[in-house]
């Protein structure tokens, strides 16, 4: 059997059986692969590592996605980093009320080769009128574009390894705080705890002095094996983090979402976190 094995961690991972190859790249900037599996689908890696499959990228996408947009409640322009396979993107969208979305993504090829291979991730989404796509670093677009503030920032980077090592640094979040609206939020993906437990103390160490709020929610995503990955959440506005059930459903609704995981009393309690984790802050 022809397999893909998970090279993230030592002594531990995943292993999914290749049914089809489809592709398989080095790109200038990492190795990308895309095959067939027959659980998961589809599935897309990037340097070793799996970014995204087609049976379970609801779960993450829907959380990156509308736990910032429905707590802030009136995000008209969203800037995403990374997520090049359109899946952020596509859940942006959903939102009538956005206005405008920019994305930065450093390599083309995974956006090119994901819209042939993993269309239900952007269905559509890279030709939103609404949708603004840079090819570019982004630490360097945070730091030197024009500020036209965002009501939302979401880093939908790789692990801090690779190209996706810069998205974890104080340049980075310095930037990303200098294009944010006041009272605008930030969240990234921010690694498995329980395999990455370091992940989440860097971040602490290096996000939380740009917020007065600043924090950690967590899913549990199948393909990012080892428990609940962590997503880091910062904004000056602590209110913005325990908005109500009651007022998230309402919103939800406003925005006519039918979700497949998200729900407001899902996003309420993704906030509460394990005692190892809090030890971790
Ligand atoms: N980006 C985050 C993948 C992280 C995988 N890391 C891990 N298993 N520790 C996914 C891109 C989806 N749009």
Same mark, same amino acid.
């Given at each position: 059997?022809?397999?893909?094995?998970?090279?993230?961690?030592?002594?531990?991972? #995943?292993?999914?059986?290749?049914?089809?190859?489809?592709?398989?790249?080095?790109?200038? =900037?990492?190795?990308?692969?895309?095959?067939?599996?027959?659980?998961?689908?589809?599935?897309?890696?990037?340097?070793?590592?799996?970014?995204?499959?087609?049976?379970?990228?609801?779960?993450? =996408?829907?959380?990156?996605?509308?736990?910032?947009?429905?707590?802030?409640?009136?995000?008209?322009?969203?800037?995403?980093?990374?997520?090049?396979? &359109?899946?952020?993107?596509?859940?942006?969208?959903?939102?009538?009320?956005?206005?405008?979305?920019?994305?930065?993504?450093?390599?083309?090829?995974?956006?090119?080769?994901?819209?042939?291979?993993?269309?239900?991730?952007?269905?559509?989404?890279?030709?939103?009128?609404?949708?603004?796509?840079?090819?570019?670093?982004?630490?360097?677009?945070?730091?030197?574009?024009?500020?036209?503030?965002?009501?939302?920032?979401?880093?939908?980077?790789?692990?801090?390894?690779?190209?996706?090592?810069?998205?974890?640094?104080?340049?980075?979040?310095? &930037?990303?705080?200098?294009?944010?609206?006041? &009272?605008?939020?930030?969240?990234?993906?921010?690694?498995?705890?329980?395999? #990455?437990?370091?992940?989440?103390?860097?971040?602490?160490?290096?996000?939380?002095?740009?917020?007065?709020?600043?924090?950690?929610?967590?899913?549990?995503?199948?393909?990012?094996?080892?428990?609940?990955?962590?997503?880091? $959440? &910062?904004?000056?506005?602590?209110?913005?983090? $325990?908005?109500?059930?009651?007022?998230?459903?309402?919103?939800? #609704?406003?925005?006519?979402?039918?979700?497949?995981?998200?729900?407001?009393?899902?996003?309420?309690?993704?906030?509460?976190?394990?005692?190892?984790? #809090?030890?971790?802050?």
């Amino acid at each position: 059997m022809k397999a893909f094995t998970e090279t993230l961690s030592d002594g531990y991972g #995943q292993t999914l059986s290749i049914d089809t190859c489809l592709f398989e790249l080095q790109t200038d =900037h990492q190795h990308l692969i895309i095959f067939q599996n027959r659980f998961f689908g589809r599935v897309m890696a990037l340097d070793g590592i799996v970014q995204t499959t087609e049976r379970d990228e609801f779960i993450y =996408h829907e959380m990156m996605v509308h736990v910032p947009v429905l707590a802030h409640g009136q995000a008209t322009r969203v800037l995403i980093i990374g997520g090049g396979d &359109g899946g952020i993107l596509r859940e942006v969208l959903k939102h009538p009320q956005v206005e405008q979305v920019v994305q930065v993504e450093i390599d083309q090829a995974v956006i090119d080769l994901c819209q042939e291979y993993l269309p239900g991730h952007s269905a559509g989404a890279f030709d939103d009128p609404r949708a603004e796509i840079v090819i570019a670093d982004g630490v360097a677009y945070v730091n030197t574009a024009t500020p036209a503030p965002f009501d939302v920032i979401i880093s939908d980077c790789t692990d801090p390894v690779g190209p996706g090592e810069v998205l974890f640094s104080s340049e980075f979040y310095a &930037g990303c705080k200098r294009l944010l609206k006041p &009272g605008g939020i930030f969240v990234a993906q921010n690694g498995v705890v329980f395999m #990455q437990p370091d992940e989440l103390q860097m971040t602490r160490q290096r996000l939380g002095p740009y917020f007065t709020d600043q924090s950690f929610y967590t899913v549990s995503v199948p393909t990012y094996v080892g428990g609940n990955m962590a997503l880091a $959440w &910062g904004c000056d506005d602590a209110a913005k983090r $325990w908005v109500d059930e009651a007022a998230l459903a309402e919103r939800y #609704q406003r925005a006519g979402l039918t979700c497949r995981y998200y729900t407001p009393a899902l996003h309420r309690a993704a906030f509460a976190l394990p005692a190892f984790m #809090q030890a971790l802050l």
